[in-house]
């Protein structure tokens, strides 16, 4: 018996694409435009899988919401013989965005394909929920649980620069087809300087890379990001937000402390070396320097006067300002540094007079 699909998008010209696709390979369908539709069916016959827009009307003639689809796939969810059927969401382009992909894939589909479809991308999600379903034993019982994302900060996390591609933890979220200026924004951000990654401000970073003032560089980082987001959490089970890869703030666009980033034929990830401070310290006493000690103390050896005001603006993205204080108070208490009378921070054994 061939498998049956239930298709809910309320687009003709859609549902005519997924018809041929699904005779292609040699699926059949049933096709409804609405909520309430899908419900009456779901009730009444059983699938091998959904694909399911999410802007769908409840009732023909009726408000589109994104809402809808997200209750649907609740609703299907829970109904009887349909626990573990796969679905999988499809949604305009306009509509996308990491927090919905990583939203709906919580609540249990299994994947997160744009329209309009990219090549052969809905045929192969549908070939890969099957197989996967085929591996897991069709006769399960136990109702499907929502996958269980793990932050994407919670570990140290692999960035491979290739000339064609780009991948994070081997999953690739770039071409060269597409965005070729993102390449060079990656290796200029890869970049050592003091203890950390370079820092690199949007009007710089546009300089260097000859762009006019209509076509501003937070436009590729940020779709780059989305796109990294997405992919992450339909294949590594990662919730990556927007900002936990590029970071901006506090002197510009940087990797945040997690990232491990390497240029294919580079045998090491490009980490920044403690600086000499940040050595010293290590050593100095019991206390062992995160990061963002290592870069204060940094700015304090190249002659920065530096206050708190300035950490934590630094951080800001990165870091609540009561960790900042924290971070502070205990260089202060282990003796690293001390508070100047004109309210910036020198080491301690710099006494000025």
């Not at 005779?23 to 009730?43: I, N, Y």
């Not at 999410?54 to 009887?80: A, D, F, M, S, Y």
């Not at 990491?98 to 990219?118: C, I, M, Q």
């Amino acid at each position: 018996m061939k498998p049956r699909a239930l298709v809910i998008d309320d687009d003709a010209a859609i549902i005519r694409e997924v018809e041929d696709i699904l005779d292609s390979l040699d699926h059949v369908c049933d096709a409804v435009g609405d909520q309430d539709a899908a419900r009456k069916l779901l009730a009444a016959d059983k699938y091998a899988y959904v694909l399911l827009d999410l802007e769908i009307p409840v009732k023909p003639g009726k408000l589109c919401r994104i809402q809808n689809g997200i209750n649907l796939l609740n609703q299907i969810r829970e109904t009887p013989g349909m626990e573990t059927v796969p679905i999988i969401v499809m949604t305009g382009r306009g509509n996308d965005s990491p927090d919905l992909a990583v939203a709906v894939l919580k609540k249990g589909a299994v994947d997160y394909v744009k329209k309009p479809f990219d090549r052969d991308k809905l045929d192969r999600a549908i070939q890969e929920a099957q197989a996967k379903r085929a591996t897991a034993g069709s006769g399960a019982s136990t109702k499907a649980k929502p996958q269980k994302l793990t932050p994407f900060k919670d570990g140290r996390r692999e960035m491979v620069i290739r000339e064609d591609s780009v991948k994070i933890c081997g999953i690739e979220v770039w071409r060269a087809t597409y965005q070729p200026d993102m390449r060079k924004i990656l290796i200029r951000l890869s970049q050592k300087e003091g203890g950390g990654y370079v820092r690199v401000s949007g009007p710089k970073l546009m300089k260097e890379l000859n762009r006019c003032e209509s076509n501003p560089v937070g436009r590729p980082i940020k779709t780059f990001c989305d796109n990294a987001s997405q992919r992450l959490a339909q294949h590594r089970n990662l919730d990556c937000g927007r900002y936990d890869i590029i970071a901006r703030g506090g002197g510009g666009y940087h990797f945040t402390e997690w990232m491990d980033v390497r240029i294919a034929g580079e045998s090491e990830p490009q980490k920044a070396d403690p600086a000499p401070a940040a050595k010293r310290a290590d050593t100095a006493s019991g206390l062992v320097l995160n990061d963002r000690q290592k870069w204060i103390l940094e700015q304090i050896d190249n002659g920065r006067h530096i206050s708190q005001k300035d950490v934590i603006a630094h951080f800001r993205r990165e870091k609540n300002a009561s960790t900042i204080k924290r971070d502070l108070k205990q260089l202060r208490d282990s003796g690293h540094i001390k508070t100047h009378e004109d309210g910036y921070y020198t080491h301690t054994q710099n006494k000025e007079s």
